[in-house]
Nanobody
Framework: QVQLVESGGGLVQAGGSLRLSCAASGRTFSNYAMNWFRQAPGKERDFVAAITWSGNTTLYADSVKGRFTISGDNAKNTVYLQMNSLKPEDTADYYC???????????????????WGKGTLVTVSS
């Protein structure tokens, strides 16, 4: 059974940092690009960042460039999202997802993802 399990969410003050983790199990994800999406209350689920398992290629949404960093640990089958300089508008449920290529999430959004985690809530207070 394929599983993506997120962790690391919580409450943080504006300007603070959090690191999210996504543990993958149940199949080999080396042929997929791993993505982070987020969904704020009442809004669409938006692409945040993506990485190939080789780690050679990363993509970011403009809204998080320079503040967020996506990385992966192949040995642990885990993908991370380091979030720095957090803003209240970063408040959302954050989801891990697997897509077929590095561009799939950014181009096709949530419709392009093959697997999803259940999400972890990040709340940034002002």
């Amino acid at each position: 059974q394929v599983q993506l399990v997120e962790s690391g969410g919580g409450l943080v003050q504006a300007g603070g940092s959090l690191r999210l983790s996504c543990a993958a199990s149940g199949r080999t994800f080396s042929n997929y690009a791993m993505n982070w999406f987020r969904q704020a209350p009442g809004k669409e689920r938006d692409f945040v960042a993506a990485i190939t398992w080789s780690g050679n290629t990363t993509l970011y949404a403009d809204s998080v460039k320079g503040r967020f960093t996506i990385s992966g640990d192949n040995a642990k089958n885990t993908v991370y999202l380091q979030m720095n300089s957090l803003k209240p508008e970063d408040t959302a449920d954050y989801y891990c997802a697997a897509g077929s290529t590095i561009l799939t999430g950014q181009v096709f959004g949530r419709a392009g993802m093959a697997y999803w985690g259940k999400g972890t809530l990040v709340t940034v207070s002002s």
